[in-house]
């Protein structure tokens, strides 16, 4: 039996969408069906996973396929229900009938996307789950049909609230979406750049049409050293796409995956973005080739404070190797608190030091305490001896009230 040359077309089309898609997004292909699925099905999806790994990228994607009536909005707890189902129309109101103009909001779309869905108040969720699951928007008196045909979210997690039990049970399909870096690393980088300098391209042209001027325009301001205009910054932008990254991507690979086998928390989005920093790196020294020196920035681009030390370390281990600069060496404990010793002998009250002299030492005091702070593991007696000294020079302040 035959299922017709339209119905034919149309699986030929989503199968087309998906492999397109497939080879836009890195280890995706999993979400891309159920996605495409959820649209046949006229079912809502939810793709839960952290930060940063193309939820949000791949349904808009994926809607742009689909020539339907789209809407999407990020939701925040601070979110009003107008910036979602439309405003109050007034005219109505004057003449006693309260209605909201639903046109070009969610209630009028047939393909919906909401980022952070959970995030929503009450007031909105409990309006969707009616929406959801009857395809109706209840619009003051009336109940109009919605033309809904599929709502995707994007989450972290699903709260545990009971009071969202409902609202999390109107979406059939779920999908635990995971960090493809430590499994498609070499991927994920070569296709990330590509959207990479793509979206950073898109950027600078659209700022430069907000300004007026010609994105392709590549004529030459006035010179004036030690200023930087906009128009110049932009088109410095655009350059990074032409820096030479092959020479480092072994190296970068190398140290990514190192730092990801140390348990490292790094999303997609940051790994992939972190090429954009070696670019600048290099081309900031005026070199059309990435060096591996220009991995310094990978030492700034941690999640988790706590791995910040172990971030930090593997970079300038691996910029060094190659002649890089070297990095802060970590002054001993017993060195931090002779400077505090130093700091703090003059400033006793026997001695009668001035108010800003005072202060002047609280200020060199409080570096090194951050000092201290900054080279775990923290020697504690060294800690408390410190505060001691912080604590003795801050009551001489009581002198001058």
Known sequence: MSWGQDSVDTIRDLEYVRRRLDGEFVGRDRAVRLLQLAVVCREHALLLGPTGTAKSELISALARHIEARRFSYLLTRFTEPSEIFGALDFEQFRQGTYQVR?????????????????????????????????????????????PLISLLGATNDIPDDPGLTAFSD??????????????????????????????????????????GT?????????????????????????????????PVLGEHRELVRQLLIQGVRLSDRRLVRSLKLVAGAALLRESRTAAPVDLWPLAHIWTDPADRTTVEEAVQAVVEKHGGEPG????PDHEILLDAR????????????????????????????????????????????????????????????
């Open 102 to 146: 639903t046109e070009g909001m969610l209630p009028s779309a047939e393909l919906v996307f909401l980022d952070e869905v959970f995030q929503g108040s009450s007031a909105i969720l409990n309006t969707l789950l009616t929406l959801l699951n009857e395809r109706r928007y209840h619009n003051g008196a009336r109940a109009e049909d919605a």
């Open 170 to 211: 109107r979406f059939l399909i779920r999908l635990q979406v995971e960090p493809v870096g430590g499994t498609d690393l070499e991927r994920l980088l070569q296709v990330g750049w590509e959207h990479e300098t793509r979206r950073f391209t898109n950027a600078v042209q659209a700022a430069e049409r907000a300004r």
């Open 214 to 246: 010609d994105p392709s325009a590549r004529t030459r301001t006035e010179h004036t050293s030690g200023t930087v205009t906009v128009e110049r910054l932009g088109r410095l932008t655009l350059r990074l796409k032409d820096v030479d990254l092959d």
């Open 328 to 331: 802060r060496r970590r002054r």
């Open 342 to 401: 130093e700091v703090g002998a003059p400033l006793t009250a026997a001695r009668q030091p001035s108010e800003w002299s005072v202060v002047e030492g609280l200020h060199k005091l409080a570096d090194l305490s951050r000092e201290l702070r900054e080279q775990p593991p923290v020697n504690t007696q060294t800690e408390a001896e410190l505060s001691r000294i912080i604590a003795e020079v801050n009551a001489l302040l009581d002198q001058f009230e």
